[in-house]
């Protein structure tokens, strides 16, 4: 990712509706996760600024998060919210950590970084314990690449069962599978699609869109309405089987 756009996160992830409702979908996959796993000890690869490492601390007392990231400033940021011990800097796919010596490994937003997918994937399963899980959010479709993808450093958005069959070669079973953000799907795709025409046009004529990512700051009542959607995914996605959203979540264990 690009410097400011973890200043950008930090600034924003705790108040900001994407980012607390992405820790509203992903709270009972990792609530059933440690528990399938007996969780003492959870990993999160790629933890950026510790706006997760935060909040599912005091959310699951019992398990102890650490962390790790290779961005040097996502690692102060995360020392300035209580993580000095917890975190450390290194490569997702050369962890600093003993075979089988985590319980369960939350990879959000952080598995399309790497061009080599399946090196970090067999990484993860090599530091899970023979029950351990894993939890993992992606981007999702190709073709709702725009400039939000290229400034986060994305190598790929994944396609319908590509991170399933990857997981499965790497040692994973699936538990559980659901989409995310997806009740705003259509008007996302709507605008990302006309701004890839845009594009394509400026290219034509030697201009480019200046490049930035999708989150900035909303109104309070707006931050709110939207918090609102998600908070409505919630509650489908415990009683419908929905495949759909501009992210996949998923659940795994290691085999």
């Excluded at 650490?66 to 450390?88: I, L, N, Q, S, T």
């Excluded at 970090?120 to 993992?136: A, D, M, T, Y």
């Excluded at 790929?156 to 559980?176: C, D, I, S, T, W």
Aim: proline share 5%; aromatic share 8%; hydrophobic share 45%.
């Amino acid at each position: 990712m690009e410097s400011h756009a973890y200043d950008e996160m930090r600034a924003l992830e705790d108040r900001h509706w994407w980012f607390r409702g992405r820790r509203r979908l992903l709270a009972p996959l990792l609530g059933e996760a440690l528990a399938a796993s007996g969780a003492r000890v959870a990993l999160e690869v790629g933890c950026g600024t510790g706006g997760n490492l935060a909040h599912f601390s005091a959310r699951f007392p019992g398990t102890r998060f650490v962390g790790v990231d290779f961005d040097a400033g996502a690692v102060a940021y995360c020392a300035e919210r209580g993580f000095a011990h917890a975190v450390v800097r290194a490569d997702g796919t050369r962890l600093p950590l003993r075979d089988a010596s985590v319980d369960c490994v939350l990879a959000i937003d952080i598995v399309e970084h790497f061009e080599d997918d399946r090196a970090l994937l067999c990484e993860l399963r090599r530091v899970l314990k023979p029950r351990g899980e894993l939890v993992v959010n992606v981007p999702h479709h190709p073709w709702l690449w725009s400039p939000h993808d290229a400034v986060l450093h994305h190598k790929r958005r994944y396609a319908r069962g590509e991170l399933q069959r990857k997981l499965a070669e790497a040692g994973f079973r699936v538990e559980r599978e659901h989409g995310f953000n997806f009740l705003l799907l259509p008007p996302i795709a709507l605008v990302r699609l006309l701004r890839a025409r845009r594009a394509r046009g400026a290219d034509a004529r030697g201009a480019g869109e200046p490049a930035g990512t999708d989150f900035f700051t909303l109104p309070a009542p707006l931050n709110a309405a939207l918090g609102g959607v998600f908070a409505l995914e919630a509650a489908l996605v415990r009683v419908l089987p929905i495949r759909e959203g501009v992210s996949l979540m998923l659940r795994a264990a290691r085999v």
